[in-house]
């Protein structure tokens, strides 16, 4: 089992940035790829980015890229999720997930763990 806690959502204002935390426990966090979700109010699950377990494989999102920055800390055992520039369209609930696989794939039925979920809302 891998327990994962996200933390650092918040109110923030448009333009603004925020950096979101997922710390894992359990298992070894070296062996995930570890990804990061978004649900919004009403709409499905979406993906947001994803990383490799050693970090060298990052995928994004069209609708993040260049504002999002994805990283991991194995020694930490923490993935976390740098936004800038932040959209009124990215206020969401934010989760991150886990799965075995050495790539971060970008379907939610390919993660075995996930977190709670941390609110990030933009405001204008």
């Known amino acids: 089992q891998v327990q994962l806690v996200e933390s650092g959502g918040r109110l923030v204002q448009a333009g603004g940035s925020l950096r979101l935390s997922c710390a894992a426990s359990?298992?070894?966090?070296?062996?995930?790829?570890m990804g990061w979700f978004r649900q919004a109010p009403g709409k499905e699950h979406e993906f947001v980015s994803g990383?490799?377990?050693?970090?060298?494989?990052?995928v994004y999102a069209d609708s993040v890229k260049g504002r999002f920055t994805i990283s991991r800390d194995n020694a930490k055992n923490t993935v976390y999720l740098q936004m800038s520039n932040l959209k009124l369209e990215d206020t969401a609930v934010y989760y991150c997930?886990?799965?075995?696989?050495?790539?971060?794939?970008?379907?939610?039925?390919?993660?075995?763990?996930w977190g709670q979920g941390t609110q990030v809302t933009v405001s204008s």
């Open positions: 997930a886990a799965t075995s696989r050495t790539s971060a794939p970008q379907q939610r039925n390919l993660y075995d763990y």
């Open positions: 359990g298992r070894t966090f070296g062996n995930y790829a």
């Open positions: 990383i490799g377990r050693s970090g060298g494989y990052i």
